[in-house]
C-alpha cells in the first residue's frame, strides 16, 4: 500500500489513536497481512511507539504479520464442532494442502487457520472460505470444497 | 422521515404492518449466518428468480433465524387468510416447486416442518390472527408452531422478533411494539423510575455472571465522570454459545433500543457495541440499524425531541476471547491490547477512559424494552426465585434437534435435552451437557433433573456463562474435553498473570499425557492442586474459572479419568494414542473403498470383482495414523475400533 492509502485510512478514523485496531484491520484487508513498512509508517504518521503497534498486532488473532494466501480457510473448532469431528475435517485439509495449519501453500493458494467458534454451532463442523460458511461437513466432502477455490 | 412525536411513530408502525403483513404471499427466507452456511442465498435467488420470470404474485424478503438451525434453510410463506407455512431444508430446486404449487393453493406437506395460525407479539401482550379462512391442500398432518416439541415448551422473549421481521426494515421492528418503550422511558418516566422498574424485574445480566442489572445501573448513575458510557458486550466469544449473533442478525433494533433507554438512564450521551470480529454478519446487520436510527431520529441529538441525545459507535473486535472480560473489552476500546485491569473499582465508576461505564451483554439489553412494555410485575413472575425471565441457550452437539431455545429459567436439562431437543441421535446414550464455555463444567447424567438457573448451575460446579449448552453422548471423551478447553484456554489467556498463562498451560501438559497414555494418579492431585492456584491466584474471571472444565470432569468423571491412566484405555474411542483400527476379516465385503479413502497406504487386500475372488482387507497398524477415514468410508462397520 501507498502512504496515501494509508493516509486516507487513518483519515477515515480522524487519526484517533484508539482506532490503532481498525486501522491495522483495514491494512490487512488490503494486504491480506501487515507489511512490516505500513507498520512503521502507522507508527511515524501517528505518533503511537512501533511496539505498541507491534504489541496489538500480535496480541489480536485476527491480525497477522505472515503474508496469507489468496483464499483463507478457518475451520471452526468451537465445542460443538469439537465433539462433531472439526479436528478430523482440519487433519484432513492439512493433509490434502500439505501443510500445517497456520501455513500457506507454497503456490499462495490457501492459508489455513482455525477459529474457535463461528456461531454456527448447529451445523457443525463448520468451516469458512473467505468469508462464506459451510456448513454439516465431513472428511469426504474436503476435496469438493477444496476444488471451490483456485 | 424523521420521528419526533408518538404520531410518528404510530405512522411508521402502519408502514411496517404494510411490510410485514403485504395484502399478498411473502416468501421469507431466514439469511442469518446459519441458513447461509447451508445455502439460503442460493435458495433465495431462485425464489427471486422465479418469482420474476414467471410473474408470480408473491413478494420476496429475507429474515433472521427462526432458531430451529438445524433445518436450515428455512423459509416461510405468508399468505392472507391462509395460515402461515415454515418449509425445512429447502434447496433451490424445492424452492421453485413449492412456489409454484403455492400458486396453486397446495403445500408440499412432507417438507414442511410446521405451520402457524397467530403469532405472539409478546412486548404487547397479544397474538396476531391470521384469520385463516383458507386451508391450502396438503397441510393435513402438519402440526402447528406452538405444538412442535422443539417450540412448545419456549417462551421467546429476546428472540421474539428473530425469523419474524427483515431487520434491515426498521418500521418491521416499530409494528411490532419496538421503539414504543424508548418513547415510553423518555417522556413518561424519570431515570430513577427506569432503573427501579428494571431491579423489580430481576433482570440479572445474561453473559455469565449474572449480576444485577438494575443495581449495575444505579451505581452507574450516581457516579460522578465528566462523560459517561454505556457498552454492549457482542464479543459472544464462549465456543457452542451463538445466541447474540442471532438476536444482532435478527432483530439489531432491540438491543439498540434497550441500549439508549439505559443512556437515559444513567446518563449517558455515548455508547459503544463492541462486536467480535468472527461476526460479519452481525456486524453488517448493525451498521444498517445504526444508521436507520440515527436517519429518523432515534439516535443521535434530541432523541424523539426529548432533548436527550445519544451516539453508538460500532467496534469491531480483533479476534480475543479475553476481550469479552469488561476491562479487557474497554481497554481494547481505548486502543490498547485488551489486557484485564485489576478491578479495586468498578467499572460503573472507573471504566472506559476511567469514567463511569455501563456494560452489559447483547441479551441483557435486548430484554429492557420489553421489561418496560409488559412490566417488572409481569417480568418478575417468570423464571425461578432468583433467576428471573427466560434465558436463550443454544443447545448443540451430539443432540437430535440443535438450534436456539428461550426457555423460562428453572426449566430442567431433561426437559431442554431430551423434550426439546430431541434426545440423542443414533440411539447413544447421553453422557453430560458442557454449559459456560471455558468458564462452565460438565454436568453429568445424575443431575439431568437440575433445574437451570444462574445459582444451580454454579453450585453444581459449572456456570450459566452466556448460554451455550453442548450435548456430550457416550462418544465424547470427558478427559479430551476437558483438554480441548485448556488447549482454548492456554492460547486465549493474555499471560498478564503468571497462574493463568502457566496453570492452563501445565493442565493442558498433564491431560495430554493422560490421553496419550502416559498419566498416573497423581497426575489428577496435581490437576487439582494446579486449578485451585490458577482460580485463586488469577486477576480476571477468564483464570478465575479456567479450571472449571478440568475439576467438573475429575468430579463427575473420576472413572473416566482412571480407566485412561490405569487401563490405557479411552473407554468413548477418542483418545488417539489409546486406539487401535482393525478390519474384521469376516465382515469385509472387499469392496476397497477403506484402501482408496486411505491416506497412507496402510490398508491391503484384494478388491473382490466379478472375475475376481479378493481377499479381505488389512490394516497395517505401523503405517496407520488413526485419522478414522476408513471407519467413515465403510458401509459395512467392518472396521473396529478398540
Redesign the interface.
Do not use: M, P, W
Given at each position: 500500500m501507498t502512504n496515501d492509502e494509508i493516509n486516507a485510512i487513518i483519515e477515515g478514523y480522524n487519526g484517533?489513536?484508539?482506532?490503532?485496531?481498525?486501522i491495522l484491520?483495514d491494512i490487512q484487508t488490503e494486504e491480506r497481512y501487515l507489511p512490516k513498512e505500513s507498520l512503521e509508517y502507522v507508527s511515524q504518521k501517528m505518533h503511537i511507539p512501533l511496539v505498541n503497534i507491534f504489541?496489538?498486532a500480535t496480541?489480536?488473532?485476527?491480525?497477522s504479520l505472515k503474508p496469507r494466501g489468496r483464499h483463507k480457510i478457518d475451520v471452526c473448532?468451537?465445542?460443538?464442532c469439537?465433539?462433531?469431528g472439526g479436528g478430523?475435517i482440519l487433519?484432513?485439509l492439512e493433509?490434502d494442502l500439505d501443510i500445517s495449519v497456520g501455513e500457506t501453500t507454497q503456490d499462495n493458494r490457501v492459508t489455513l487457520a482455525l477459529?474457535?467458534?463461528?456461531?454456527?454451532?448447529?451445523?457443525?463442523p463448520?468451516a469458512v472460505v473467505d468469508?462464506?460458511?459451510?456448513?454439516?461437513l465431513?472428511?469426504?466432502k474436503v476435496p469438493a470444497l477444496l476444488k471451490e477455490f483456485k | 422521515m424523521k420521528i419526533r412525536a408518538k404520531t410518528d411513530l404510530e405512522k411508521m408502525r402502519e408502514m411496517g404492518l404494510k411490510n410485514l403483513y403485504p395484502g399478498q404471499a411473502k416468501i421469507s427466507v431466514g439469511m442469518a449466518t446459519c441458513g447461509l452456511s447451508t445455502g439460503a442465498d442460493k435458495v433465495y435467488e431462485a425464489i427471486q428468480k422465479e418469482v420474476e420470470k414467471a410473474k408470480l404474485p408473491i413478494r420476496v424478503n429475507q429474515t433472521g433465524c427462526i432458531g430451529f438451525c438445524q433445518r436450515e434453510p428455512v423459509v416461510d410463506i405468508l399468505e392472507p387468510g391462509k395460515p402461515r407455512v415454515f418449509y425445512q431444508e429447502v434447496t433451490p430446486e424445492r424452492a421453485v416447486e413449492l412456489v409454484h404449487r403455492w400458486v396453486d393453493n397446495e403445500v408440499v406437506g412432507e417438507w414442511l416442518f410446521c405451520k402457524m395460525e397467530r403469532e405472539d407479539w409478546i412486548g404487547e401482550d397479544k397474538f396476531w390472527n391470521y384469520s385463516i379462512h383458507h386451508i391450502p391442500k396438503g397441510i393435513d398432518g402438519t402440526p402447528d408452531y406452538y405444538q412442535v416439541p422443539f417450540y412448545n415448551k419456549q417462551l421467546k422473549i429476546a428472540l421474539r422478533n428473530c425469523g419474524f421481521i427483515n431487520p434491515d426494515h426498521i418500521d418491521e421492528y416499530v409494528a411490532r411494539g419496538g421503539y414504543f418503550s424508548l418513547y415510553k422511558a423518555l417522556f413518561e418516566m424519570k431515570p430513577e423510575e427506569i432503573i427501579g422498574e428494571i431491579k423489580r424485574s430481576g433482570l440479572r445480566g445474561r453473559g455469565g455472571a449474572g449480576f444485577p442489572t438494575g443495581n449495575k445501573w444505579e451505581s452507574c448513575l450516581k457516579a460522578k465522570g465528566d462523560r459517561k458510557f454505556v457498552l454492549c458486550n457482542a464479543d459472544e466469544g464462549d465456543p457452542g454459545a451463538y445466541m447474540d449473533r442471532s438476536v444482532l442478525e435478527g432483530d439489531p433494533h432491540s438491543v439498540i433500543e434497550g441500549m439508549i433507554i439505559g443512556a437515559y438512564a444513567i446518563g449517558a450521551h455515548e455508547g459503544f457495541i463492541y462486536v467480535r470480529d468472527e461476526y460479519p454478519q452481525a456486524i453488517q446487520k448493525l451498521h444498517i440499524a445504526l444508521q436507520q436510527a440515527e436517519e429518523i431520529g432515534l439516535l443521535g441529538e434530541d432523541i424523539l425531541g426529548s432533548g436527550f441525545s445519544f451516539r453508538i459507535n460500532l467496534f469491531r473486535g480483533g479476534g480475543a476471547f479475553v476481550c469479552g472480560e469488561s476491562t479487557a473489552l474497554m481497554d481494547s476500546i481505548e486502543g490498547k491490547v485488551g489486557e484485564p485491569r485489576a478491578k479495586h473499582i468498578h467499572t460503573t465508576e472507573s471504566g472506559l477512559w476511567d469514567q463511569p461505564s455501563n456494560l452489559n451483554n447483547v441479551e441483557t439489553w435486548n430484554n429492557v424494552p420489553i421489561i418496560l412494555s409488559r412490566g417488572a410485575d409481569w417480568y418478575s413472575r417468570i423464571g425461578t426465585e432468583k433467576s428471573k425471565g427466560t434465558k436463550v441457550f443454544s443447545i448443540v452437539g451430539k443432540v437430535n434437534n440443535t438450534g436456539l431455545v428461550e426457555v423460562p429459567m428453572g426449566i430442567t436439562l431433561r426437559e431442554i435435552v431430551f423434550d426439546i431437543g430431541g434426545g440423542i441421535p443414533g440411539g447413544k446414550k447421553f453422557k453430560a451437557v458442557q454449559t459456560g464455555g471455558p468458564s462452565g463444567g460438565c454436568i453429568p447424567e445424575s443431575l439431568i433433573d437440575l433445574p437451570v438457573d444462574f445459582d444451580r448451575l454454579t453450585e453444581v460446579g459449572s456456570m450459566m456463562g452466556s448460554g451455550g449448552m453442548i450435548v456430550m453422548d457416550e462418544s465424547t471423551c470427558m478427559v479430551d474435553v476437558a483438554k480441548y478447553f485448556m488447549d482454548f484456554l492456554k492460547g486465549e489467556s493474555c499471560g498478564k498473570c503468571t497462574s493463568c498463562r502457566e496453570g492452563t498451560k501445565r493442565m493442558h501438559e498433564i491431560l495430554t499425557e493422560i490421553t496419550e497414555g502416559r498419566g498416573t494418579l497423581e497426575h489428577l492431585d496435581l490437576l487439582e492442586e494446579l486449578g485451585w492456584v490458577t482460580a485463586e491466584a488469577s486477576l480476571c474471571q477468564l483464570g478465575g474459572t479456567a479450571p472449571n472444565p478440568v475439576l467438573s470432569t475429575i468430579r463427575y468423571f473420576r472413572e473416566e479419568y482412571q480407566e485412561h491412566i490405569l487401563n490405557k484405555r479411552c473407554p468413548a474411542k477418542v483418545c488417539r494414542s489409546l486406539l487401535r483400527y482393525r478390519i474384521l476379516s469376516d465382515v469385509c465385503t472387499m469392496c476397497g473403498r477403506c484402501t482408496k479413502a486411505c491416506p497412507v497406504k496402510a490398508i491391503s487386500g484384494k478388491r473382490k470383482t466379478k472375475k475376481e475372488k479378493g481377499r479381505p482387507f488389512k490394516i497395517d497398524t505401523g503405517k496407520c495414523i488413526k485419522c478414522g477415514m476408513c471407519f467413515e468410508t465403510c458401509k459395512f462397520e467392518a472396521v473396529e475400533v478398540q
Open positions: 484517533k489513536g484508539s482506532a490503532i485496531l481498525a484491520q504489541r496489538i496480541f489480536y488473532n485476527a491480525l473448532l468451537g465445542t460443538a469439537h465433539v462433531r478430523k487433519e484432513k493433509r477459529v474457535r467458534c463461528l456461531g454456527c454451532c448447529s451445523l457443525g463448520v468469508g462464506k460458511v459451510f456448513g454439516r465431513s472428511q469426504d | -
